[in-house]
């Protein structure tokens, strides 16, 4: 599912946000666990270092100006020039942006119909935390990755 941006905020937040969301973003939630590592696993993956982050519950997801912008902590979102994708078109587009072999394995996916891809999003979703825990210490990124976090 990808959403389109609609800008209702004034012309300076939304300038602003818009200019942190140049390179594709994923937002993640900050407490947990499989998120934090999923974060981690991006930044190892990312050669191309185009991805940015920054958690669902900080500023700068709550001042991205969308229509139906997903409320859900259980829900990964990437924002791209082509608007915000939720659930597994998020997965799917951050594996796209990682580009090489991730890029096929994001097409190849795609193969999948989005009902079973996001029941599978789901599932998962819904138990991440008895399975992964939280994120209860938060890993600094290396000060070469330090810029790539958003607020």
Request: some cysteine; glycine content about 6%.
């Amino acid at each position: 599912m990808s959403i389109r941006s609609t800008s209702s905020q004034p012309a300076t937040v939304a300038a602003a946000v818009s200019s942190d969301l140049a390179a594709p973003v994923l937002f993640y939630d900050g407490t947990c666990g499989l998120c934090a590592r999923s974060v981690q696993w991006s930044l190892r993956h990312d050669a191309r270092r185009v991805l940015r982050f920054a958690p669902l519950q900080g500023t700068t997801y709550a001042a991205l100006s969308v229509a139906d912008k997903p409320r859900e902590m259980q829900t990964m979102v990437l924002s791209d020039g082509d608007g915000l994708h939720v659930r597994s078109d998020a997965v799917l587009r951050l594996l796209r942006h990682l580009g090489g072999s991730w890029s096929v394995l994001a097409t190849l996916g795609r193969v999948c119909p989005r009902f079973v891809r996001d029941a599978l999003y789901r599932y998962v979703a819904a138990r991440r935390i008895a399975w992964f825990g939280t994120a209860e210490v938060c890993d600094l990124p290396k000060p070469a990755d330090r810029e790539r976090f958003l607020a």
